[in-house]
């Protein structure tokens, strides 16, 4: 069973689970208290808890919003779980560390966040729901684990994703210059949605409760890099173009991966292969006679029509 309120997310993206005969899906805001009653009578084990909206440049956008879900969504989610004695997965982010003093960033590391700032809707809504996962499992004896995310990427983020990844090969398709905002030497890591999902259910099964993890890759790229990456595995030869970077940002983020490793984890996709299979489910020819593709095309295309690029 999923829900999702599709604020950031695709309906689309739930194609591939229509021949699951027990997979079931509910258009629901966890905001909504309508969201606990709903599933009084639906037997849950385990909760992912992965809603929030997503991506810097929507905070001034969606603030309100990451900071509901985050706050009254967590509550609603902890409640159900309370019903059902079921487990919680609490997808948290790097961004809960803030613009961090310390390099890697180890899970004892309390961060360095303006409550105030720019960013403050979606790192203090974060920030807010671990406390919440903590205080109210404690309380409740729920099995509640925490997974922080730094960066990650796959086939199916949404074309008007205002992510990083995402931005660059809708550049690289319709033809135009890569924008990098700042002068591209901040560093993040990437991780391919495999690993991010082998990474939640290996925490699942056998992370401690009221515990935190770090999910990550352990590669360090700058964004300058990752633009010359993406143009060389597309074969393209777009510009890159600077600008001022339209909110305060982050130098360095850069996992300690020592507690999930011990887990067992680790990371098995390579920067380069993860994005040639995004490159590949997204239809992007490397240029032959000069042709460029100018569409988005969604990895389901055999039922979906295709998608013009939005900028
Ligand atoms: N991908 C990353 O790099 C990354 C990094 C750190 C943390 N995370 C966290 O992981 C989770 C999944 O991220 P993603 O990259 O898949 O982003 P995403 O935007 O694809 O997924 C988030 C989903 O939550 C849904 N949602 C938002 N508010 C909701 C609400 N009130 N009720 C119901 N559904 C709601 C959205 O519609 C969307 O489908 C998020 O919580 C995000 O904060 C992701």
Known sequence: ????????????????????????????DIVDQAFVSAF????IDVIFHLACPTGVPNIQRLGEEML?????????????????????????????????????????YTGNVDPIGPRSAYEEGK??????????????????????????????MSPDDQRVIPRFLRNVS?????????DGTQERTFLYVDD???????VLQHGQPF???????????????????VLKLTGRTNGIVHLPHFIEDHYRRLPSLEKIQALGWQPLVQLEHGLQKMIRAWRITTPANGFRSPVYVNPEAATIKSVPLLD
């Open 211 to 229: 515990e935190v993890y770090n999910l990550g890759s352990d590669r360090p790229t700058t964004i300058n890099e990752l633009a010359a990456l």
């Open 1 to 28: 069973m999923a829900v999702d309120n599709l604020i950031t997310g695709r309906r689309k993206n739930l194609v591939s689970f229509r021949s699951h005969a027990r997979f079931r899906f509910h258009q629901i």
């Open 40 to 43: 009084q009578q639906t037997p």
């Open 174 to 182: 319709s033809g135009s210059e890569l924008t990098i905002y700042g």
């Open 196 to 202: 991010l999902i082998r990474g939640l259910l290996l």
């Open 127 to 156: 920030r807010f729901a671990e406390s919440l996962m903590v205080a109210l499992g404690k309380k409740y004896g729920l099995d509640t684990k925490i997974v922080r995310i730094f960066n990650a990427y796959g086939p199916h």
């Open 68 to 108: 509901l879900t985050s706050s009254v969504g967590t509550k609603h989610v902890i409640d159900l779980a309370r019903q059902h004695r079921a487990a919680i997965i609490f997808t948290s982010s790097c961004e809960v560390y803030g613009q961090p003093e310390l390099s890697p960033q180890h899970e004892l």
